[in-house]
C-alpha cells in the first residue's frame, strides 16, 4: 500500500492552511500532515496538533512556546519556536511536500530551504516570488522541486496550461474581483474605514489580504508572481476585473483561442488539485452550475482609482530589489491601517515614500533581500506618524 504523502503546512491557522487540512482530512489514504506551523495562534495550533498528529508542531512566535510544548507533552509530538526552527524543519526527511501559506516576507526563507531540499512546493505564498523571483527562480533550476500554484489565479493558469506548449502563450488574463471598493469614487475611497475595506465582496481571507485585494496591490503581486511562474514577459500578463469570482483566470494563445478556469469562490479546489500533484481528487463539495453563473462581466481595471496595480509593471520593469520595498513598506502600511494609525489612502503613499528613499540595489542576493526587507520595515515605520 502506498504511504500518504507527507505534507509540512507553513501557517496552518490561518485561511489557506485551515482549509489545507481540510482537504487533508477529505483524504486520509492520500494525504497526511507531518508537521504544522503557525504565526502566533497557539490555542487553534494546539487543536490542530491534537486532530492530526503531526511528528512537529512549530509556533513563531516564541512567547507562545511554553503553552505549545506543555498543551502537547506527552502526546508524541515534537514542538519548537522560531524562524529559525521553521527553517530548518524544511530539510526534515519527514516531509514530502510544503504548502506555505504563511503570509508576506516570512514565508521566503522557508520556501528557499524547502527548494534547496528538493521538497515539492504548494505555492501560496505570492511575496516569495513578489520578493525575491529572479533568485527563486534560478534555484528552482537547480533543484528536482516542483512547485504547483495555490492561489486561484495562478492555479487557474497553471490548469489552463496543462498540454499546452509556452510558444503557443499569447497572453496571461489573471481575473480580479475589483473588491470591495470596485463602484467606489476617488472621493469616497478618501473616507474608507477598516471595516469597509475588509468587507470583500465574494472571498473570505485573513485581514492583510484583504485590504490588498481592496488596493488592488495584491493583483499587482500576482502580476509579479506570474511573470516567475509561468516565464512570460510582463507586457504579455494583464488583469481584467470580473466581479463574479467566477472565472478565475485565463490563457489566450496564439491562435486566438482562449481558455479560462471556472469555479466558485473557494480555495479548496486549487488546494486539492495542487496537493493531488494535478490529479482531479474526487468530492462530495458542492460543485458550480454553469445556469447559476450566466452572465459574467469583465472590465479593464481603473488605474485612476486603482494605481497600485501599476506598481507590478513598475518593479519588473525596474528588477532588483524594487519589488522587496514595495512588499515590505506594504506590510508595515497595512498593519498601520489596520490598527486605525494611518487612511487607506496612505498606504500608497508609505510605499511611495519606501520607494524614493530606500537604495535600489541592480542584482541582489538573499542578505540584500534581507537587509532591504529589515531597512524597509524600519524606515516605513518611521514614517507613519508624519503620513
Known amino acids: 500500500m502506498t504511504q500518504p ?43 490542530q496538533s491534537m486532530a492530526h498528529r503531526p511528528d512537529l508542531a512549530i509556533i513563531a512566535d516564541c512567547s507562545k ?26 530539510e526534515l526527511p519527514e ?5 506555505t501559506a504563511t503570509v508576506g516576507y516570512s514565508g521566503l526563507e522557508p520556501t528557499i530551504r524547502a527548494i534547496k531540499a528538493g521538497k515539492d512546493i ?26 504547483i500554484p495555490v492561489d486561484s ?61 481592496a488596493t488592488m496591490l495584491n493583483k499587482a503581486f500576482e502580476i509579479i508572481e506570474a511573470r516567475w511562474l509561468f ?8 488583469a481584467v476585473v470580473h466581479p463574479q469570482s467566477i472565472v478565475h483566470s485565463m490563457v489566450e494563445f496564439v491562435d486566438g483561442a482562449i ?6 469562490p473557494d480555495m479548496h479546489l486549487p488546494i486539492r488539485y495542487a496537493l493531488g500533484d494535478s490529479s482531479r481528487l474526487p468530492t462530495n463539495e458542492r460543485g458550480m452550475s454553469i445556469a447559476d453563473f450566466s452572465h459574467l462581466d469583465f472590465y479593464k481595471p481603473d488605474t485612476e482609482k486603482f494605481p497600485m496595480i501599476n506598481l507590478a509593471y513598475h518593479a519588473l520593469k525596474t528588477g532588483g530589489n524594487t519589488a522587496c520595498i514595495i512588499n515590505a513598506a506594504n506590510e508595515i502600511a497595512v498593519a498601520a491601517f489596520l490598527h486605525g494609525q494611518i487612511g487607506y489612502l496612505d498606504i500608497r503613499k508609505v510605499i511611495e515614500h ?29 514614517i507613519l506618524s508624519s503620513i
Open 95 to 99: 516531509i514530502d511536500t510544503v504548502v
Open 231 to 238: 516565464g512570460i514577459d510582463p507586457e504579455r500578463i494583464e
Open 259 to 264: 481558455k479560462a478556469q471556472l469555479g466558485l
Open 5 to 47: 504523502k507527507r505534507i509540512a503546512v507553513l501557517g496552518s491557522t490561518g485561511s489557506i492552511g485551515v482549509q489545507t487540512l481540510d482537504i487533508i482530512s477529505e483524504y486520509p489514504d492520500r494525504f497526511r500532515a507531518s508537521v504544522l506551523v503557525a504565526g502566533s495562534n497557539v490555542d487553534l495550533l494546539v487543536a
Open 153 to 213: 489565479e495562478h492555479s487557474a493558469i497553471y490548469q489552463c496550461l496543462m498540454g499546452e506548449e509556452k510558444r503557443a502563450i499569447r497572453k496571461l488574463i489573471i481575473t480580479a474581483s475589483g473588491g470591495p471598493f470596485r463602484t467606489k469614487s476617488i472621493d469616497d475611497l478618501k473616507k474608507v474605514t477598516v471595516k469597509d475595506a475588509l468587507s470583500h465582496p465574494n472571498w473570505s481571507m485573513g485581514a492583510k489580504i484583504t485590504i490588498d485585494s
Open 354 to 382: 519606501a520607494l524614493e528613499e530606500i537604495p535600489f540595489i541592480a542584482s541582489p542576493d538573499y542578505n540584500d533581500y534581507v537587509e532591504t526587507n529589515a531597512a524597509t520595515r524600519a524606515f516605513a515605520t518611521s
Open 65 to 90: 512556546y511554553t503553552f505549545l510544548r506543555d498543551s502537547l507533552a506527552g502526546h508524541g509530538i515534537k514542538t519548537a519556536c522560531g524562524a529559525e526552527a521553521i527553517a530548518d524543519a524544511m
Open 122 to 147: 504548494a505555492l501560496a505564498n505570492k511575496e516569495t516570488l513578489v520578493v525575491a523571483g529572479e533568485l527563486v527562480t534560478r534555484l528552482l533550476k537547480e533543484s528536482r522541486t516542483k512547485v
